[in-house]
């Protein structure tokens, strides 16, 4: 078999033992050359396909492990955002049951404190879920905490009864007229508002008695302040001390609020309030008639007296005790007279009628 090798030597001295063995030599070194380069290369092809497996295999084990922690990032954001609607879900049934609750409160409730030294927020509420949500849900409680000496008194929140001393009370908003009370002690009160007043601590004085000459004077169904001001001047100079018109309209609003005498907190602000311990409630009723309205027999008797009145006043007075709220006593003043016009014939009623409602009161008194 020819080789490309052998046109390397001269013709002439190929048959020569030299140069065949030379020729043999050159054709086996590049046979086994050959076979080598043959075999390296098939190594490095094995390797180049070792190689190229190997690095497949690596990138469908990261593939795999990419696909793997995504799927687990995934389900990892899906379980936090289950829980966080489970959380929101929570807050909002805690939201809407404290809303409910405010709302049978009168939008403030209250807890009562065992100890002083318990944290505020373990009494913050037995159902509020353990985290608040990412989001604000736009409801927030503010407290304010009432504390007196001695403990034990009752907390009134705009005539509402709260509970006893030490207390803490819950709202959204708190604001209004607070009474703290106790039996023998001079009642505390103030407009509060959570932004000025979170917590108060109240010493309660003991009352001191009273003297039963100084009134707090409300007069019912008034259409003018005339009958207030005879009425309070005829008790004034009868030795009292009447309250005047603008503590009686004080009284009138916060007593519409209350709506009820037999209030204890309403009775021991008015005590602590207006310093006395009776309420004197008149009611002044006019009756008016023209005397030529009359059935005269005379014609020309009834010109004369056109423009005349007959008028008959009625005051009636009712006592009332702001300690206890029992009804103490009635009195009962009435009063004719005759004028030439209504106004004064008013006038002179109102002042005989109060004259005698003021005597009568102080002899009661005075028993």
């Known amino acids: 078999m020819?080789?490309?090798?052998i046109r390397l030597f001269d013709r002439e001295r190929r048959d020569t033992p030299t140069t065949e063995a030379r020729l043999r030599f050159s054709w086996l070194w590049h046979a086994r050359l050959r076979e080598h380069i043959f075999i390296l290369a098939g190594i490095f092809g094995l390797l180049i396909t070792g190689y190229i497996l190997v690095t497949h295999q690596r990138d469908i084990r990261t593939k795999a492990a990419q696909l793997k922690y995504g799927?687990?990032?995934?389900?990892?954001?899906?379980?936090?955002q289950e829980e966080q609607r489970q959380q929101e879900a929570a807050w909002h049934s805690w939201e809407a049951e404290?809303?409910?609750?405010?709302a049978r409160q009168g939008g403030v409730r209250s807890i009562e404190l065992s100890s002083a030294s318990l944290d505020s927020t373990q009494l913050a509420s037995p159902q509020m879920p353990p985290f608040p949500p990412p989001q604000p849900l736009g409801f927030r409680l503010v407290t304010v905490e009432v504390r007196s000496e001695p403990a034990g008194a009752e907390v009134f929140l705009d005539w509402?009864?709260?509970?006893?001393?030490?207390?803490?009370?819950?709202g959204e908003a708190i604001s209004g007229l607070l009474v703290v009370g106790k039996e023998e002690y001079q009642a505390w009160f103030q407009q509060i508002d959570y932004r000025n007043n979170t917590a108060l601590d109240l010493p309660l004085s003991p009352e001191q008695p009273?003297?039963?000459?100084?009134?707090?004077?409300?007069?019912?169904?008034?259409?003018?302040?005339?009958p207030?001001?005879?009425?309070?001047?005829?008790?004034?100079?009868?030795?009292f001390t009447v309250l005047g018109p603008a503590e009686a309209a004080q009284f009138q609003r916060e007593f519409s609020r209350a709506q009820q005498l037999s209030s204890r907190a309403l009775r021991a602000w008015a005590r602590a309030r207006f310093d006395t311990d009776l309420l004197v409630v008149a009611r002044f009723q006019p009756f008016i008639r023209e005397l030529s309205q009359q059935d005269l027999t005379f014609s020309g008797i009834r010109e004369r007296i056109a423009g005349a009145v007959?008028?008959?006043?009625?005051?009636?007075?009712?006592?009332?005790?702001?300690?206890?709220?029992?009804?103490?006593?009635?009195?009962?003043?009435?009063?004719?007279?005759?004028?030439l016009d209504r106004n004064?014939?008013?006038?002179?009623?109102?002042?005989?009628?109060?004259?005698?409602a003021a005597k009568k009161l102080r002899l009661w008194i005075q028993r």
Not at 2 to 5: A, I, R, S
């Open 2 to 5: 020819p080789f490309f090798g």
């Open 98 to 102: 404290m809303r409910r609750e405010l």
């Open 160 to 170: 509402m009864l709260k509970g006893r001393t030490p207390l803490r009370l819950q």
């Open 310 to 339: 007959r008028v008959e006043a009625v005051i009636e007075l009712d006592v009332q005790d702001l300690r206890s709220g029992d009804h103490l006593t009635a009195i009962s003043s009435k009063g004719t007279t005759f004028a």
């Open 210 to 226: 009273r003297s039963r000459t100084r009134l707090l004077l409300v007069m019912l169904e008034q259409t003018s302040p005339d």
């Open 344 to 356: 004064q014939g008013i006038q002179k009623a109102l002042t005989q009628t109060a004259t005698d």
């Open 71 to 80: 799927e687990a990032l995934r389900e990892q954001e899906r379980q936090l």
């Open 228 to 239: 207030f001001s005879f009425l309070s001047s005829k008790l004034i100079q009868e030795g």
